[in-house]
Structure formats: structure tokens, C-alpha cells
């Protein structure tokens, strides 16, 4: 497979100079590394501009309902563990209406990766601020300033102990492709955020703004240390890019299925949902 082949019938409509152009791109790339089977790969997604992303492919998709793409994509991976599932959306699906959500899938370690186009803002529904807007931001909804402190979505993660957190932006696509391709191949709940400036409805946080801001991690980070992750996903000098953080555990699928080994243990195996309904009766 090469990286247009994933490419769907749909045109895209995101605007020119869109930042999340170049994570459709990046993460083709990385399926194309990968040999990804069009047949056997869902992208899910939840609702917003950055959530029309399944349309773009040719993989399976799922245009869900707002703040909803990572329980869809935990309860089809747990359904079907040999699909490769990809769940994809922004910072006001994934961290307002989706936030509990965002939290409980790292707990729970499903074996999925979730990618965050985060444009600090609202932009299908035309410019509302989020959880990533910065304090002060005005915009139609906020004309004097907006007024709530951000959500550090990396921070976020490591404080629920995603297994792999990742930072990069959409102005680099190599490093981008990288970082993706090092979720996929992450066994457990893989978290890349993608700093991806939507040139619409956000003048703030532009291309230019965030290169200035941007930085590598230090080549020596250690990724097993999750406090220095921490203390890097804080740093107030700069937005640091690269893998935070990488760990390894049983995942939601294997715990699962020993769930149900040991259910099978002790019932029997012949155990049905009739047999349940029976003891109610
Ligand atoms: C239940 C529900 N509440 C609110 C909305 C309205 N709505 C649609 S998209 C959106 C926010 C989109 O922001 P984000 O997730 O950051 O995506 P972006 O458009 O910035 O890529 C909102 C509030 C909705 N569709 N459904
Ligand atoms: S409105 Fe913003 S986020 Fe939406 S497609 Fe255009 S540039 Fe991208
Ligand atoms: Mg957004």
C-alpha cells in the first residue's frame, strides 16, 4: 500500500492551509509503513471539523456523535481486536463534551490510539473557545476576553497514565509521521496531540506562533519516567514535542478476555444470556 491509497473518494473539505491536512498525511504515511489493510482499519471520530476525518480515507469510518469517538472505538475494538482502530477528533470533543471519556480510556489501556487536532478553538461551529483556549482570547462569543484557565492535554494523559503520550504539530510532518506511527505500533492506548492551527477562526495560535514556541524533547529524555514526562508537559518555556511518555501493560482486550475465562471457569462453559435472564425470573 502507499500512503494515496488510503486516500477516500471524498474530497476534502477542510480550507486551504488547514493544519489538519498534514495529520491526514502523516498518518496515511504511517499506515503505508505499516501495510495496513483498508478492510481491517476503522477510523472513528466524534464531531467537529477535525471529525470529518473518516470521510477522507478509504479504511472503515465512523462519523459518531460529539464528544463520543473513544468509547465507539474502545467498544469496536473489544468487539473485533484485529481491527485496527484509530479514533480522531479535536480539543473540544475530545477534553469538554468528551473529557471523561479521554480520562477513562487510559485507565482502561484499550489497544487503540487516539489523535488530537487540537486548534484551540471551536471551529466548525465557527470560532467558540475551548478547553486549550488561551486566557484573554476574544472572538465573536468572547468579544472582551475569555476568562478559564487551558487544559494541558498531555499533562492530562500522563496524569492517567496513558501508556503512550506524544506531542507534535502540524508544521512538522515528518516528526508527525514518526510519532504516529510510534502509537500505532504502541501496544495499549497510544495519545498523540497535534498542535494543528485552524487559519479561520483562530489568529492567535497561528503556524508562525507555535514554530516560535515548539521545542524537541531532550534526545537523553528517559520515556519510562513518567514524572519527568510531567515536568516537561508543564515546562512554562516552551511546548515540547516528541514521545513523553511509553509504557507497558496488559491491555482493556487481554483483561477482558481473562475476565471471561475465569467467568467460564466458574459458570461453565456452556453458560448463556438465557441462563442469566433465568436467575430473574
Ligand atoms: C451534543 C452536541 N453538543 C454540541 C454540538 C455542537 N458542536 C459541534 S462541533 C463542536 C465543537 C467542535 O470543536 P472541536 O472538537 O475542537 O473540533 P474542531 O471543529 O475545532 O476541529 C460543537 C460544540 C454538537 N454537535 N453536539
Ligand atoms: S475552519 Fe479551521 S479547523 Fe475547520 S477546516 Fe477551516 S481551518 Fe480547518
Ligand atoms: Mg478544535
Given amino acids: 500500500m502507499e500512503a494515496a491509497d488510503y486516500k477516500g473518494k471524498v474530497k476534502s473539505s477542510w480550507c486551504p492551509g488547514c493544519g489538519n491536512h498534514a495529520v491526514n498525511t502523516a498518518l496515511r504515511k504511517a499506515m503505508a509503513r505499516l501495510g495496513y489493510k483498508t478492510h481491517e482499519t476503522a477510523i472513528v471520530s466524534?464531531?467537529?471539523?477535525?471529525?470529518?476525518?473518516?470521510?477522507?480515507?478509504?479504511?472503515?469510518?465512523?462519523?459518531?456523535?460529539?464528544?463520543?469517538?473513544?468509547?465507539?472505538?474502545?467498544?469496536?475494538?473489544?468487539?473485533?481486536?484485529?481491527?485496527?482502530?484509530?479514533?480522531?477528533?479535536?480539543?473540544?470533543?475530545?477534553?469538554?463534551?468528551?473529557?471523561?471519556?479521554?480520562?477513562?480510556?487510559?485507565?482502561?489501556?484499550?489497544?487503540?490510539?487516539?489523535?488530537?487536532?487540537d486548534n484551540e478553538i471551536y471551529a466548525l461551529t465557527k470560532g467558540q473557545c475551548s478547553p486549550t483556549?488561551?486566557?484573554g482570547t476574544t472572538t465573536k462569543?468572547?468579544?472582551?476576553?475569555?476568562?478559564?484557565?487551558?487544559?494541558?492535554p498531555v499533562l492530562m494523559a500522563l496524569s492517567f497514565n496513558a501508556s503512550?503520550?506524544?506531542r507534535s504539530y502540524s508544521g512538522d510532518i515528518q516528526q508527525l509521521e514518526e510519532l504516529i506511527y510510534g502509537g500505532l505500533v504502541h501496544k495499549g492506548f497510544s495519545f498523540i496531540h497535534v498542535i494543528s492551527p485552524c487559519v479561520q477562526y483562530n489568529k492567535v495560535s497561528s503556524f508562525e506562533k507555535?514554530?516560535?514556541?515548539?521545542?524537541?524533547?531532550?534526545?537523553?529524555?528517559?520515556?519510562?519516567?513518567?514524572?519527568?514526562?510531567?515536568?516537561?508537559?508543564?515546562?512554562?518555556?516552551?511546548?515540547?514535542?516528541?514521545?513523553?511518555?511509553?509504557?507497558?501493560?496488559p491491555t482493556y482486550e487481554e483483561r477482558y478476555q481473562d475476565v471471561i475465562s475465569k467467568a467460564k471457569q466458574i459458570a461453565g462453559e456452556n453458560y448463556t444470556i438465557d441462563d442469566v435472564i433465568k436467575q430473574f425470573k
Fill in 133 to 135: 483556549s488561551r486566557i
Fill in 46 to 117: 466524534g464531531i467537529g471539523c477535525s471529525s470529518r476525518f473518516p470521510f477522507f480515507m478509504s479504511t472503515y469510518g465512523f462519523h459518531s456523535i460529539h464528544g463520543r469517538a473513544l468509547p465507539v472505538a474502545i467498544g469496536l475494538k473489544q468487539a473485533n481486536p484485529k481491527i485496527n482502530v484509530i479514533a480522531v477528533g479535536g480539543d473540544g470533543d475530545g477534553l469538554s463534551i468528551g473529557g471523561n471519556h479521554f480520562i477513562h480510556a487510559g485507565r482502561k489501556n484499550p489497544n487503540i490510539t487516539y489523535i488530537m487536532m
Fill in 164 to 166: 503512550y503520550v506524544a
Fill in 210 to 249: 507555535i514554530k516560535e514556541l515548539v521545542r524537541n524533547l531532550p534526545e537523553n529524555h528517559d520515556t519510562s519516567d513518567r514524572a519527568n514526562a510531567m515536568k516537561y508537559a508543564f515546562a512554562p518555556e516552551g511546548l515540547y514535542t516528541g514521545v513523553f511518555y511509553e509504557s507497558i501493560r
Fill in 141 to 152: 462569543c468572547n468579544p472582551y476576553a475569555w476568562t478559564a484557565d487551558r487544559i494541558n
